[in-house]
């Protein structure tokens, strides 16, 4: 799943991004919520929420934070605080070979 969120990361990604505590901040600067908000690097993150709501607002914006599969004490500690789900993501991955074969009907690819 990391190697899904690294390519993520990589072809649509943040203005900048920082460190605060163990989270990783990303400044969006417009480019939309993930980019802007802050996700767990490391297991000192749910001690550092603080840390990363200060980043944020050095960098101008609201404090968002992404919880990933797995994060539930993560995310029982941002409930602590106030904080809510604001829109739930799903990823979907398949290999290429299905697209490249025949696309689903709902779906458009470019030559």
Known sequence: MNALF????QTWPAASTRTAGGWLVRE????????SCASAADPSALDSIAEAEAA???LGQPPLFQVRKGEVEID???ARRGY???ER???FA????IL???PPARMTTVP
């Open 94 to 97: 398949a290999p290429v070979s």
């Open 76 to 78: 029982a500690a941002l």
């Open 84 to 86: 809510g789900a604001a």
């Open 6 to 9: 690294d390519a993520i990361d």
């Open 28 to 35: 969006g600067k417009g480019g939309g919520r993930r980019v």
């Open 100 to 102: 490249a074969d025949r």
């Open 56 to 58: 944020h607002a050095d």
């Open 89 to 91: 993501v799903t990823l």
